[in-house]
């Protein structure tokens, strides 16, 4: 069968399961594209399936890998529309970069973007909260040990239809000896490597009974930089209070979406370092009512206290100013609220 042939097989036999958590189901078509010589191949669509890859290439051996995360929505309307898709290629490309990997060019990567979710459009779950979550990333395929960055890589596509992602009002436990990233290394960049070295720290944590991990910078252990695949957010004096970006935080899409949307809507919002005991003393006092992260797939996780080890810390709300904000935030990716920031990009 052509690939064509083989796609439209796919998508014939694909139906859209009840159950959908996050990441459980997979979209019956994957995008994928080459790098040899220098230069990228076109893309194509596949059906979605496990790939070849030589047990010596460097994604594999040297964590040679960035990747992205995004949603395609299509509540309430007929063609979808994704959420600020440039802000993901522009960080992408920055990720690449800090690798020194090849940037994928504007066109292959909406390319890759489009053709999943046209392809997918009618498995986009339509109640809100659901979405199609679309995941590219670029990887090294050499094979080889010299430490250098590959000559062949492959840029794909893969999607899940997914659930709201609900977590409830989970805690967050503080990693006080683990380091998940340190300032001028990979920290800022979307890849492996930061979720090698948070994999203990997160394991840890849930089995303590809680969400995730709480991480602290690498030098004094004492900074707050963010939970293993999210940004935080602190509400103290009523304002909003998020640690200031350096190059061992991700710049989180959302994170930014809030801070803007926050400001638009009348909070006062700071960007600045964040002492972990400065916060817990503000917990006990009351002074910060409360916490929260955010990232794309839960968009707000409302978190109901920090444990330090055996001690928990309990802000005296959860999830007062966090739905607000996930309210106001959803309902523009949702197109059910104007969107004042030209965030929506409509997939015809
Ligand atoms: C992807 C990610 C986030 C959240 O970024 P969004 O663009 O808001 O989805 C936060 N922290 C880490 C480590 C991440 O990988």
């Given at each position: 069968m052509s690939h064509t042939a083989e796609v439209a097989a796919a998508i014939k036999r694909f139906a859209l399961p009840d159950k959908l958590g996050f990441g459980a189901v997979n979209a019956p078509v994957m995008f994928s594209a080459e790098w040899r010589e220098q230069q990228w191949g076109p893309g194509q669509l596949l059906p979605y399936g496990p790939i070849e890859i030589l047990p010596g290439a460097r994604a594999l051996q040297y964590g040679e890998l960035v990747f992205e995360g995004l949603k395609a929505y299509r509540i309430g309307q007929s063609q979808p529309n994704l959420f600020r898709p440039d802000a993901n290629f522009r960080r992408m490309q920055q990720s690449a970069q800090r690798l020194s990997m090849p940037a994928v060019p504007e066109e292959l990567f909406f390319a890759g973007l489009e053709t999943v979710t046209r392809a997918c459009a009618e498995f986009i779950?339509?109640?809100?909260?659901?979405s199609l979550y679309l995941r590219p990333f670029v990887f090294g395929t050499e094979s080889g040990y010299l430490l250098r960055n590959s000559t062949t890589f492959r840029f794909m596509v893969i999607a899940n239809p997914v659930e709201a992602y609900a977590s409830g009002t989970p805690t967050v436990a503080i990693e006080r000896?683990?380091?998940?990233?340190?300032?001028?290394?990979?920290?800022?960049?979307?890849?492996s490597a930061n979720y090698a070295a948070s994999l203990r720290g997160s394991t840890a944590a849930v089995a303590g009974g809680h969400a995730v991990a709480l991480w602290l910078d690498a030098?004094?252990?004492r900074y707050i930089q963010e939970l293993s695949g999210m940004n935080f957010f602190a509400v103290i004096d009523g304002e909003l209070h998020t640690p200031e970006l350096d190059t061992a935080i991700l710049p989180g899409v959302t994170r930014d979406s809030l801070i803007r949307l926050a400001r638009h809507l009348g909070l006062t919002v700071h960007e600045r370092q964040m002492d972990i005991d400065e916060l817990l003393t503000q917990i006990s006092t009351g002074q910060c009512s409360e916490i929260f992260a955010c990232g794309t797939a839960a968009i707000i996780m409302p978190i109901s206290a920090l444990a330090d080890s055996d001690n928990l810390y309990k802000p005296k709300?959860?999830?007062v100013v966090a739905a607000r904000l996930r309210e106001a935030l959803l309902a523009i990716q949702e197109r059910r609220a104007p969107d004042p920031f030209n965030w929506i990009r409509i997939i015809s």
């Open positions: 779950p339509a109640n809100s909260g659901q000896k683990d380091v998940r990233a340190a300032v001028g290394g990979v920290g800022a960049a979307k890849t030098a004094w252990h709300q959860t999830n």
